[in-house]
């Protein structure tokens, strides 16, 4: 059972990177879907999540009208999609998958935005 987050890198600021989440061992259906990040030296937060029964979304007041996410049950996977990105999005990107008592984190992906 795992989480593997991919699509992280470097990319200058203004630029966009597209993170995906792929769930193994388990279904997504059930579960809903958050995406973290940890700047260095900052705490983990919360960036955005997307419900499992309606597909309804929140986000941060710093990433709303840049950051979507959505997520595909038939692939079992969450994307994360990253535009008009700045330096201060650079950090690890967490996926999380929650259901009840049950919630299961990836590895992280390092998003760096720099010129």
């Known amino acids: 059972v795992q989480l593997v987050e991919s699509g992280g890198g470097l990319v200058q600021p203004g630029g966009s990177l597209r993170l995906s989440c792929a769930a193994s061992?388990?279904?997504?259906?059930?579960?809903?879907i958050a995406w973290f990040r940890q700047a260095p030296g900052k705490g983990r937060e919360g960036v955005s999540c997307?419900?499992?029964?309606?597909?309804?979304?929140i986000y941060a007041p710093s990433v709303k009208g840049r950051f979507t996410i959505s997520r595909d049950n038939a692939k079992n996977t969450a994307d994360l999609q990253m535009n008009s990105l700045k330096p201060e999005d650079t950090a690890v990107y967490y996926c999380?998958?929650?259901?009840?008592?049950?919630?299961?984190w990836g590895q992280g992906a390092q998003v760096t935005v720099s010129s």
């Open positions: 999380n998958a929650d259901y009840s008592l049950f919630t299961y």
């Open positions: 997307i419900s499992a029964e309606d597909g309804r979304t």
């Open positions: 061992g388990f279904t997504l259906d059930d579960y809903a």
